[in-house]
């Protein structure tokens, strides 16, 4: 059973911070007798006036004082060391390049490297794949790779990292088995996520370099042009200091970095435990339906599972350069961006969701499409295309 009694990490994703945001912004029509009686004891006007300004201050009053709170519950969950010089760092700082020259020769076996714009990912030890790759998609459905997938943990991690954080108990010894270097380069980020409870025993350990970050907890991401809401908690990260995490701040709230504070490159390196009966990886349970029919038939499982997780995989290297386009520091901009791609009736408050703009953007593609080829609303072309999507 995961810590807070929860089995699942779908059930952790009902996190206590949105339940109670739902409950602070409950409906006013269901509490108007109580308001109204509470706006007379503080000698109000009658409902209509003073008591809808008593309900809006009350409600701020409500939403800040459990931000307040929950805040304070993210720190208990926070133990952060400076651990490590500046000689120290720069020492293990040329190990991580090192890292990166023999990923980029190809010297590191397949799933040991993941690559994604402005972020690649090490994995050492152990690794561990995606819920995208498999049929079950979504949070709890991460696994484990099979054993020897992934390179072990490189001997200058124990000695120059490990061994340091046992020697002043911050870890046990024999806890590491799982060692996963970040390097993110400038306008990197990671979305919100709580590492998967059913994967990996608690705590979770980080170590920084070659530049100070900070972890933001509680934020929610929205995409096209990226962009974070303001976290609950805003925790500073400097270059050689050790963050662990535990509690509360692990298991009921997710963390993220954001782009905005990854302003010079930065790594990380996340020393984990994992689960004993964390779930691994097996052929069977991946899908075999993003392979052609002809392909899938001919291919033995090992080969198949094989092709699946590649299909996932990014070969893109980080671009440092795509650091300064607006999709990344113009975050402030979504209103001048809206009003230029958006017809006037389709414009909307509520658009700011991933999926809301990948349906526009392709509906104006097609509405173009359609200017182009001479076809109306009613022409079956466009029929086609809106079945299509």
């Known amino acids: 059973m995961a810590a807070g009694g929860y089995a699942d990490l779908r059930e952790k994703l009902q996190s206590p911070h949105r339940e109670k945001q739902r409950v602070i912004s409950a409906p006013y029509n269901g509490r108007k007798r109580k308001l109204e009686a509470e706006a007379g004891e503080a000698g109000l006007p009658g409902l209509c006036g003073g008591a809808d300004e008593y309900e809006h201050s009350k409600y701020h009053s409500d939403y800040d004082d459990e931000r307040q709170g929950e805040a304070r519950r993210v720190k208990q969950g926070i133990r952060q060391v400076r651990l490590f010089t500046a000689d120290q760092c720069t020492q293990i700082e040329t190990q991580i390049d090192d890292v990166v020259s023999r990923a980029e020769k190809g010297i590191y076996r397949d799933h040991t490297v993941d690559r994604a714009p402005l972020r690649n990912k090490y994995f050492f030890g152990e690794g561990y794949t995606y819920g995208s790759q498999l049929e079950k998609r979504g949070p709890g459905q991460e696994r484990l790779y099979p054993k020897g997938d992934v390179d072990d943990i490189p001997e200058w991690v124990h000695d120059l990292v490990i061994k340091k954080l046992v020697d002043h108990r911050i870890i046990p010894e024999g806890f590491v088995n799982s060692a996963v270097i970040n390097d993110y380069q400038p306008g990197g980020c990671i979305v919100s996520h709580v590492d998967p409870i059913h994967i990996f025993e608690r705590p979770i350990v980080s170590v920084s370099f070659f530049s100070d970050s900070a ?7 929205q995409f096209k042009p990226i962009r974070v809401s303001e976290p609950v908690y805003y925790l500073p ?26 302003r010079e490159r930065r790594a990380v390196i996340i020393l984990r435990k994992t689960r004993t009966d964390a779930p691994r ?35 893109r290297k980080a671009d440092p350069d795509a650091a300064h386009r607006p999709r990344i520091l113009e975050m402030d901009k979504e209103e001048n961006r809206r009003s230029v791609i958006l017809p006037k009736h389709r414009r909307r ?41």
Not at 215 to 221: E, H, I, S, T, V
Not at 292 to 314: A, G, I
């Open 215 to 221: 972890l933001c907890f509680g934020c929610k991401f």
């Open 237 to 262: 990260v400097r270059r050689g200091s050790v963050t662990v995490l535990s509690d509360y701040a692990a298991d009921e709230i997710t963390h993220c970095i954001r782009p905005q504070d990854i």
């Open 281 to 315: 990886l097996e052929s069977k349970l991946l899908t075999s339906s993003v392979l052609p029919v002809h392909m899938s038939n001919r291919l033995s499982n090992s080969d198949r599972y094989q092709v699946v997780l590649k299909q996932k995989r990014s070969h």
């Open 349 to 389: 408050s509520d658009c700011a969701s991933e999926n809301y703009w990948r349906k526009t953007h392709d509906c104006v593609d097609d509405e173009d499409e359609e200017g182009d080829d001479g076809g109306g609303i009613d022409s079956p072309v466009r029929k086609v295309k809106m079945r299509r999507h």
